[in-house]
């Protein structure tokens, strides 16, 4: 038999997932914007959506930029990242190794230094 979930274990188990990824400002953020929208009366939706368009036509230029500025930074933090962990795997090995041979008197094959 499936198990049933409720919305409240449902909305214990994204708010988790947005703490473990460092996303829960941005959705505490999206949650409030879709209440503000939802509590809009009906006869002030167009303005919304007018807003809504003008702020992002208005922004577009700027959140264009950001996003170019922010790949180029992942990019090279990404890179640098990559080169400390796989200098961190070598020095490792390299320890790992020198220990693991204390015991044998002929050279290990399966360690590479």
């Known amino acids: 038999m499936a198990r049933r979930f409720t919305w ?3 909305t214990r188990d994204i708010v988790i997932r947005l703490i473990a990824t460092g996303q829960l400002p941005v959705g505490i953020f999206g949650a409030v914007v879709l209440l503000m ?3 809009t ?3 002030h939706m167009g303005e919304v959506w ?3 368009n003008l702020f992002i036509k208005a ?3 700027l959140g264009y930029l950001l996003s170019i500025l922010i790949s180029a930074v992942w990019y090279i933090h990404a890179r640098f990242q990559r080169r400390n962990a796989e200098n961190e795997l070598k020095r ?3 320890e790992r190794t020198a220990q693991q041979q204390q015991f044998f ?3 290990l094959e399966s360690s590479k230094e």
Request: aromatic fraction near 4%; avoid cysteine; proline fraction near 5%.
């Open 8 to 10: 409240a274990q449902a």
């Open 37 to 39: 929208i939802y509590k």
């Open 41 to 43: 009366p009906n006869e």
């Open 50 to 52: 007018a807003t809504l």
């Open 59 to 61: 922004r577009a230029g």
């Open 92 to 94: 490792v090995a390299s």
């Open 105 to 107: 008197k002929d050279k």
